[in-house]
């Protein structure tokens, strides 16, 4: 078994395990990433996407994203646009929030983001004089916390400018780069290019970060072996499995793996979740138990006799009904009655 990999630090900030929990729009709210946190593991967790253009016209429903409390500490907040000058006040905003690093996405490629010329459409130009330049530079000078890029390998699979890109951000005074190895015109389909994660870590001195299809502690340690990366990002695998994190860095220290949770252990950590979100939220319960079906009824995927309890997660509009649904299987009820 190859050494595991040890801690880093991005601009002073450490980083004590290298697992780092991805941003994701309508998921990693207050709640997930202190589960992710609290379960152990992850070193590092991010907010999903927030719109510079929505803080500066000063949305509620974007304020309502400003869920971080200091005890999560570090963390990142991920900001969107192409717009320098809105970047730098965004980020001074969230900056004087608390944020402890600025992530800016330079990674999505949904057409609300990329058609704005932000998100993933920046890495079609590189140079000193472009949007992701003007942005960065922006960024940094607004605030005194680091400030980290996510990226894609490229825009597509003739322009896979990911290792130049890095280049350049790193020049600008980057403190640390996430690399999701596939292209922005792949959106989620085939798989993630590892070698371009390699091909980053050659090529720049800052920490990069390794993303895409780690989704087994094995798939972890394969990452840290291929692309030398210091950090792996974890996403999908982590929805309706905070303890991934703990799961992966038990396997990395000690080539052993932890038994998976039992179906009562999910429902207590799921009924956590929700129950976090509603107590933290800033909207009201019906807006977060909605959002909450989509996260919570992924704890029991794949447990034999689970779908009921799907049914009747996915169909609550209140706490209570959330409870009512969760309470029997942490009982030790079988979940095939729940
Ligand atoms: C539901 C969902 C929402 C996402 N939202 C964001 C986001 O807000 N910002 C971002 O940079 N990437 C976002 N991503 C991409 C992830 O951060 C990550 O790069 C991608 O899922 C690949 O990692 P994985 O294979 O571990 O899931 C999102 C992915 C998913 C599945």
Redesign the pocket.
Known sequence: MQAAPGPFSIGGIPVTTPLTL??????TNYAFRALARELGGCGLVCT??ISSQAIHYKSQKTYAMFDWVEDESPFAV?LFGADPDVMAEAARVVADAGADIIDI?M??WVPKVAKQGAGAAMLKEIGDVCTATAVVEAVIRAVNVPVTV?VRAGWDANNLTAVPFAKAAEQSGVQAIAV?GRTAEQGFTGK?NWDIIRQVKDAVKIPVIG????DTPEDAARMFAETGCDGV?????ALGAPWVFAQMWHYLTTGEHLPAPTAAERAAIALRHARMTIERGLMSETVYVRELRGQITKYHLGIPGSAKLRDRLVRAETLAQIEAALLPVIAGEPIIAA
């Open positions: 991805a941003p994701m729009a309508g998921q999903e996407l991920q996405n990674g999505c996510k999701h993630a993303n895409g299809d780690v990002m974890i996403g999908r695998a």
